[in-house]
């Protein structure tokens, strides 16, 4: 296995577990989520399921969707679906109650920021989308709309449907929305492999497009 593989490997899986563990730190926070975590926390709070496996669960069944959009899934893709949610459930089990709303704030920036070092880092891994943005790219293939309109429409669908289920909106979902951009954009340079080029497209257009998660 080559040097680049395994550091390509590497940077996939550290990305995966440490955007679980960056979305269980918003959780703990309590100040909001990021769009699909309210869909989540929304679905764990009626089901009574971690909202890890429901995070597994949707993903998976955002994977099925790619099949009518002709979309070919990758390593990470494939990946994104448990890893992510393994590792929230396991930084959810480890991680004590935030008290005041100091901490709880420090949380919700660390969560931020980790999440944004995540992308980076899986990303730049060039494994292939996660499932969600895979759906994104794939509507926006098959309806000619822009990536833009497809992530805005399918964002609110998620963020509404989560809110009227339980989740959890809040200063951290705005804050989300405002910060990930910039930050996934400078830790995909930071985290660009050398010799590689810059990451797919397809991939890394989807993401920043959407962060988008």
Do not use: C
Not at 180 to 191: E, H, N, S, T, Y
């Amino acid at each position: 296995m080559s040097k680049t593989l395994t550091r390509r490997l590497v940077q996939l899986y550290a990305g995966l577990a440490l955007y679980g563990a960056s979305s269980a730190l918003l959780v703990v926070a309590g100040l909001g989520l990021e769009p699909w975590g309210v869909l989540h926390q929304g679905l764990a709070e009626r089901t009574g399921i971690s909202i890890g496996v429901v995070s597994i669960i949707v993903g998976a069944i955002v994977l099925l969707l790619w099949i009518p959009l002709r979309q070919r899934p990758g390593l990470g893709t494939v990946s994104n679906v448990f890893a992510v949610g393994i590792a929230m459930d396991g930084t959810l089990a480890v991680v004590p109650e935030a008290h005041g709303p100091v901490a709880r704030a420090g949380l919700m920036a660390a969560g931020i920021v980790l999440n944004g070092v995540a992308t980076g880092l899986y990303i730049s891994a060039r494994f292939g989308p996660g499932p969600r943005d895979g759906l994104m790219t794939g509507l926006h293939g098959r309806t000619g709309w822009s990536i833009r309109l497809v992530r805005t429409a399918i964002e609110i669908a998620v963020v509404v449907t989560g809110f009227l289920l339980g989740g959890s909106l809040g200063a951290g979902t705005v804050l989300y929305a405002l910060a990930i951009g910039p930050l996934a954009q400078v830790f995909l340079r930071v985290f660009a492999i050398p010799g590689e080029g810059a990451p797919a497209a397809g991939t890394s257009a989807s993401r920043r497009s959407i962060l988008r998660r």
